[in-house]
C-alpha cells in the first residue's frame, strides 16, 4: 500500500530555522566584545565575557560533553547555585542539543535523587559544597563535573580531583557533528511544586526560550546598552527568562551575583552602572532596612505587583507581572512608559489569550474574583509538555485549550489584575512555590502519624509559612514524646530547608469539609485569627 505524504503544516514558526545557539551567533558577529556575563562574586576574583568569548567558552563546554557521550537529547542535571558555571552550563547544553536539567540548589538528597532519576540524567554539573551530596543522592550519574570553587569562595571540603574539574570539560568545537537549528528541539527542564506529591519536570524547547528571550525583553524595555543585575536563582524561570535570556536577546549585558545579598545590592549596582533587576517581595522588604545611595542608574524593576509603594522611596518605577515556568515569560504585566494600577500584576500580556472565570466556567465581572487561564502555543509560548506524565499534562489543560493556572484574581473595570490566591493547594515561601502536598507526603510516612494537613501562614518576610495539623496515631494522648521532632527531622532530610514546616501541631481532630475532606480554609482561618 502507498501511503501520501501528510501537507505541509501552513503555520510559519516566528523562530524558524532558528535556536539559542542562533542569538549567540549573531551578537558574537555583531557585538563581539560588549560584556554578555559579568560575574560579581561576595568573594575571590570577579570575570567578564564578551558575547564572543561566551560564544566560545560554551561552544568548548558543548565539545566536552560531546567527548563524553553526551549527544542530542541527553539530560545534564546542573546543581548549582549562581555562578559563572551554572550559565555556561545550561547554553553549553543547548549548544551540544543535549537538555540542561536545572534544579533547586537547597534540594534534599531525596528530591535530587528524584529528578536525577525521573530525568535519566546521564552525567551532573556541581560546586564543591554539594558534590558528596550529589554524588550519593545520584549513583547512576556516568560522569560528575566540579566547580573549583564554592560561587568564588574557597571550598571547605569536596574540591574536586583533576579530572573531574568543571573546566576539564573543555573540547574542541570542531569535534562537534554538525545539528540543524531545530526551535522545536527540546532545550531544558525545571522541576516545579505542582499539587501533586511530587514535582513535575517542565520542558521547554528552543522555541521557548527564544520566546521568553523577545517577549520579555518587550515587555521590560530592555535595550542592547542595558545591565541587568541578576541575584535571583538561576534554576528559576524568573532569572532564566526574565533576566539572562531578555538580555540575550537585545545584546544586553548580565552581572550575575551569587545570591541576593542586600547590604552588597547598591555597591553592585553602582560598580556596574545597573540599569534593570528583577526583585521579589522580600527583595524589597530587605532593601528598605539598608541606606540608599542619592543617584543610581536603574530605570526600572520588575516585581510581583505594579507601583508598589515603595517606588518612591527608591526613586525607580516597578513594572509588575505575573508568569510561571509553564508559560515562559509573563501572561499579565504592567507597562514601562504608562501608569499602572498600584499593586496590580498589570493587564493580560498581548501575547497570551487570558481569561478569569468563575467555578463554571463563565467570566466574573470587573470586582469579582475567578479562576485564571492562559492560552497560547504549546512548545512556544507555552510548555512543551510535563515529561513522562501524559496524565498530569493532559489535566493542566481544559478542553478548550486553556491551561489552568492554579492562580485566583481580580480584575477591575479597567482591566487591570490583581492577584487574590492560589485554588491549588500551594504555598509561596520566600518566593519559591511549595505543593503542601510535598510536605504532606512526608509527613504522613513517619510512624505514629494517622492525618497531616499542611497549611500556609503569613510571615513579616517570607509571605508564607508552612505549618503542619498533626492527627497522631491513637490521638494526642497516645502520641510519641517526640512525634514533634520526628517529624521536623523526616523533613529535614527529605525535603529542601524552606519546605521544612516552621511549626508542626499535634491536634485530635482535623476540621473537615464535604466528603470528610480536610477543610484547609478553617485551618488558614485559624491562623489568620492568632496573627
Request: aromatic fraction near 8%; charge should be negative; glycine fraction near 8%.
Amino acid at each position: 500500500m502507498t501511503f501520501k505524504p501528510l501537507p505541509a503544516d501552513p503555520r510559519v514558526s516566528p523562530f524558524a530555522g532558528m535556536d539559542v545557539r542562533t542569538l549567540f551567533d549573531i551578537h558574537a558577529e555583531a557585538r563581539a566584545d560588549h560584556p554578555f556575563l559579568i560575574w560579581e562574586p561576595f568573594e575571590g576574583e570577579g570575570a567578564r565575557w564578551g558575547y564572543r568569548a561566551f560564544r566560545d567558552r560554551i561552544a568548548r563546554f558543548a565539545a566536552g560533553l560531546h567527548a563524553r557521550g553526551v549527544v542530542a537529547g541527553d539530560r545534564v542535571l546542573v546543581h548549582l547555585d549562581n555562578c559563572p558555571e551554572a550559565v555556561i552550563a545550561w547554553f553549553g547544553c543547548a549548544w551540544l542539543g543535549a537538555v540542561a536539567v536545572t534544579t533547586n540548589a537547597r534540594s534534599s538528597a531525596d528530591e535530587l535523587s528524584y529528578f536525577a532519576g525521573h530525568s535519566r540524567a546521564r552525567g551532573g554539573v556541581t560546586q564543591p559544597r554539594f558534590a558528596e551530596l550529589v554524588a550519593r543522592a545520584c549513583p547512576d550519574l556516568d560522569w560528575l563535573a566540579i566547580t573549583d570553587t564554592d560561587n568564588g569562595e574557597a571550598p571547605q571540603a569536596g574540591a574536586p580531583e583533576p579530572g573531574a574539574r568543571f573546566e576539564a570539560l573543555d573540547g574542541d568545537p570542531a569535534d562537534l557533528p554538525p545539528r540543524a537549528a531545530d526551535p522545536f528541539a527540546p532545550f531544558a527542564i525545571q522541576y516545579t511544586s505542582g499539587t501533586t506529591s511530587r514535582p513535575k519536570a517542565v520542558l521547554w524547547t528552543h522555541a521557548n526560550a527564544l520566546w521568553g528571550a523577545r517577549v520579555c525583553a518587550i515587555h521590560e524595555d530592555l535595550r542592547p546598552d542595558d545591565v541587568h543585575l541578576t541575584h535571583l536563582p538561576l534554576f528559576h524561570t524568573n532569572a532564566q527568562a526574565y533576566s539572562v535570556l531578555a538580555a540575550l536577546w537585545v545584546g544586553a549585558t548580565c552581572v550575575i551575583q551569587p545570591k541576593f545579598s542586600a547590604s552588597r545590592f547598591w555597591p553592585a549596582s553602582l560598580k556596574h552602572g545597573c540599569t534593570w533587576t528583577s526583585m521579589v517581595p522580600f527583595c524589597l522588604k530587605a532593601l528598605m532596612r539598608q541606606p540608599k545611595p542619592e543617584r543610581h542608574g536603574y530605570r526600572l524593576w520588575g516585581n510581583a505587583v505594579c507601583a508598589p509603594p515603595t517606588d518612591a522611596h527608591f526613586g525607580v518605577k516597578t513594572v509588575g507581572w505575573w508568569g510561571m515556568t509553564e508559560t515562559i515569560a509573563h501572561g499579565i504585566v504592567g507597562s514601562p512608559h504608562l501608569p499602572d494600577a498600584p499593586m496590580s500584576m498589570g493587564r493580560a500580556a498581548p501575547e497570551y489569550e487570558i481569561r478569569v472565570v468563575d467555578e463554571e466556567g463563565r467570566g466574573v465581572e470587573p470586582g469579582q474574583t475567578g479562576d485564571l487561564q492562559i492560552r497560547g502555543v504549546r512548545g512556544l509560548s507555552l510548555f512543551t509538555e510535563y515529561l513522562d506524565d501524559p496524565a498530569a499534562t493532559a489535566e493542566a489543560f481544559g478542553p478548550d485549550g486553556f491551561f489552568l493556572t492554579g492562580d485566583r484574581v481580580r480584575r477591575d473595570d479597567r482591566g487591570f489584575l490583581f492577584f487574590a490566591d492560589r485554588s491549588k493547594d500551594m504555598l509561596k515561601v520566600g518566593g519559591e512555590n511549595v505543593a503542601a502536598s510535598e510536605i504532606e507526603r512526608v509527613i504522613a510516612s513517619t510512624p505514629g502519624v494517622e492525618e497531616v494537613a499542611v497549611v500556609g501562614r503569613r510571615h513579616p518576610m517570607l509571605d508564607e509559612a508552612p505549618v503542619a495539623f498533626v492527627l497522631p496515631r491513637g490521638g494526642i494522648a497516645g502520641a510519641a514524646p517526640d512525634l514533634v521532632e520526628q517529624v521536623i527531622g523526616a523533613c529535614a532530610v527529605q525535603l529542601a530547608a524552606f519546605k521544612v514546616p516552621h511549626e508542626v501541631r499535634l491536634v485530635d481532630s482535623l476540621p473537615r469539609a464535604t466528603l470528610e475532606k480536610v477543610a484547609k480554609a478553617r485551618l488558614r482561618a485559624e491562623l489568620e485569627a492568632e496573627a
